[in-house]
């Protein structure tokens, strides 16, 4: 059974920093790139950061490049979001996604960060 599960978010002033983790289960984590998605109210889910299955690349969206960085342990089957400097336009549902062409694309059920004073 396939499992994603996020945790690390919660209601953070602006300026401050949260870490989210998002831990694998199901499928064989090491195979797969990652990836970090977001949803505001009222706005399509967007692609916040992607790492690929070594860890060797990553790429970020243009609003949050030289905040964030995406990273991932493949021991512990555990991606992660350092999120540093938060606005409150980075307030959002994260999800976790998990994909390998012809393989799968796996999906978390989210955790919401808040950034407000």
């Known amino acids: 059974q396939v499992q994603l599960v996020e945790s690390g978010g919660g209601l953070v002033q602006p300026g401050g920093s949260l870490r989210l983790s998002c831990r694998a289960s199901g499928f064989t984590f090491s195979s797969f790139s990652m990836s970090w998605y977001r949803q505001a109210p009222g706005k399509e889910r967007e692609l916040v950061a992607r790492i690929i299955s070594t860890g060797g690349s990553t790429n970020y969206a243009d609003s949050v490049k030289g905040r964030f960085t995406i990273s991932r342990d493949n021991a512990k089957n555990t991606v992660y979001l350092q999120m540093n400097s938060l606005k409150p336009e980075d307030t959002a549902v994260y999800y976790c996604?998990?994909?390998?062409?012809?393989?799968?694309?796996?999906w978390g059920k989210g955790t919401l960060v808040t950034v407000s004073s």
């Open positions: 996604n998990a994909v390998r062409w012809a393989i799968g694309d796996y």
